[in-house]
């Protein structure tokens, strides 16, 4: 049986999702809840390896398994055994023509950030934070030369895996309430650090130290060098993938409704 589950995490206490030795990854917690609840190592596959201190309102996960579990008992099941940072939020059964990464057809992120000449506190690692003031403005004409399919290699970071920089960014939106910004990032697929590689730049531009021209020059340029320091993961969430309306897969969490 092949098994899909959505979990919401907070990253801050993990080295990302991907397992690692130590097991301080939040791949690691969640196989180690599955196994005690079914009674039998189990191995996951995600939507998405999000970086240290990255957050998840509904990364994707699938496992094949011969343990027989309702799906809401696979919900409640393994929440027992996961620490409270972690939650499973759904679980669907489905085919093996499922694939939690190579089913997907795109995937969502959004960025918070406070701005405030007083750093974070009740929010800290929940939000990034800017001291300077920031004009939508000039950020979302900037944004603007991303849209498409370009090279992001200029955004992109040493580690990454992926083998083509090249990448579709479909939306970029920009908005504001009270003194928090969201941007919110849609693409066929991200390299690593790219949407915080991106904020850099989005952050530069919007405080006045570059300009709309510069943005577009960096992508040109296809050089990691031009563009602006890898910005905090603190205010980054991973909203999710999405797929095929056939595979029955849930877009939303409760999770969704509580970011700003």
Same mark, same amino acid.
């Given at each position: 049986?092949?098994?899909?589950?959505?979990?919401?995490?907070?990253?801050?206490?993990?080295?990302?999702?991907?397992?690692?030795?130590?097991?301080?990854?939040?791949?690691?917690?969640?196989?180690?809840?599955?196994?005690?609840?079914?009674?039998?190592?189990?191995?996951?596959?995600?939507?998405?390896?999000?970086?240290?201190?990255?957050?998840?309102? $509904?990364?994707?996960?699938?496992?094949?398994?011969?343990?027989?579990?309702?799906?809401?008992?696979?919900?409640?099941?393994? $929440?027992?055994?996961?620490?409270?940072?972690?939650?499973?939020?759904?679980?669907?059964?489905?085919?093996?023509?499922?694939?939690?990464?190579?089913?997907?057809?795109?995937?969502?992120?959004?960025?918070?950030?406070?701005?405030?000449?007083?750093?974070?506190?009740?929010?800290?690692?929940?939000?990034?934070?800017?001291?300077?003031?920031?004009?939508?403005?000039?950020?979302?004409?900037?944004?603007?030369?991303?849209?498409?399919?370009?090279?992001?290699?200029?955004?992109?970071?040493?580690?990454?895996?992926?083998?083509?920089?090249?990448?579709?960014?479909?939306?970029?939106?920009?908005?504001?309430?009270?003194?928090?910004?969201?941007?919110?990032?849609?693409?066929?697929?991200?390299?690593?650090?790219?949407?915080?590689?991106?904020?850099?730049?989005?952050?530069?531009?919007?405080?006045?130290?570059?300009?709309?021209?510069?943005?577009?020059?960096?992508?040109?340029?296809?050089?990691?060098?031009?563009?602006?320091?890898?910005?905090?993961?603190?205010?980054?969430?991973?909203?999710?993938?999405?797929?095929?309306?056939?595979?029955?897969?849930?877009?939303?969490?409760?999770?969704?409704?509580?970011?700003?």
């Amino acid at each position: 049986m092949r098994v899909a589950l959505g979990i919401a995490y907070r990253g801050t206490a993990y080295r990302g999702w991907q397992s690692q030795p130590g097991g301080q990854t939040v791949q690691d917690r969640l196989e180690a809840a599955l196994a005690a609840f079914a009674d039998r190592p189990i191995r996951t596959v995600s939507a998405g390896r999000t970086d240290a201190g990255v957050h998840a309102l $509904n990364q994707v996960a699938h496992f094949d398994t011969q343990a027989e579990r309702a799906e809401e008992a696979w919900v409640r099941g393994t $929440n027992r055994y996961l620490p409270d940072d972690i939650a499973v939020q759904w679980c669907r059964f489905t085919s093996d023509a499922f694939h939690s990464r190579g089913s997907a057809l795109g995937r969502r992120y959004a960025y918070v950030l406070l701005e405030s000449r007083v750093r974070p506190a009740l929010e800290a690692g929940h939000v990034g934070w800017t001291f300077r003031k920031l004009d939508g403005e000039a950020m979302r004409a900037a944004s603007q030369s991303l849209l498409g399919r370009h090279d992001f290699s200029a955004f992109r970071s040493a580690e990454c895996q992926s083998p083509t920089p090249v990448k579709t960014l479909r939306s970029l939106v920009i908005v504001r309430r009270g003194d928090y910004w969201r941007f919110d990032f849609d693409a066929d697929a991200f390299l690593h650090h790219m949407i915080r590689n991106l904020m850099g730049c989005l952050i530069a531009v919007g405080s006045g130290l570059r300009d709309a021209a510069w943005l577009a020059a960096v992508l040109e340029g296809k050089d990691r060098a031009l563009a602006a320091a890898t910005f905090a993961p603190d205010g980054l969430y991973f909203l999710g993938p999405y797929y095929d309306a056939g595979h029955a897969i849930p877009e939303r969490t409760p999770a969704m409704s509580w970011l700003p």
